[in-house]
């Protein structure tokens, strides 16, 4: 899963690292989940804002598996140029300060692994 922080004046479509746009890619295993998944849930923290009292759009996206954290000698680490496709919004909220968790519903996807 991508998390995007587009924060303040947003980057275009075509080079969203301008501005202050974040991304943060997260891989969760799932090979010892068994039986049905009824509910499962993805909570950050918000630590910082750059300007407090301003809506900051946090929006979670899927990815495809195929990425890695680290370099080894199988493959590159993930970068701006090699990060994985945006693959589809899986859910949006407003951060406006530090110091909340936020919360997203992410059975389905978890289910469907």
Do not use: C, H
């Not at 950050?44 to 301003?54: D, G, P, R």
């Not at 809506?55 to 090699?82: C, F, H, K, P």
């Amino acid at each position: 899963m991508r998390f995007k922080n587009a924060a303040g004046a947003s980057g275009s479509d075509t080079n969203k690292n301008t501005g202050n746009n974040r991304r943060a890619y997260l891989k969760f295993p799932l090979t010892s989940v068994t039986g049905s998944v009824y509910d499962a849930s993805l909570n950050l923290y918000v630590f910082a804002v750059q300007t407090a009292n301003m809506d900051i759009s946090m929006d979670l996206y899927s990815t495809v598996d195929n990425w890695r954290e680290v370099t080894d000698a199988g493959g590159a680490s993930i970068n701006w140029q090699n990060k994985p496709v945006d693959g589809p919004l899986i859910s949006s909220t407003i951060v406006r300060n530090a110091g909340y968790w936020k919360k997203f519903s992410v059975t389905s996807q978890t289910a469907a692994e």
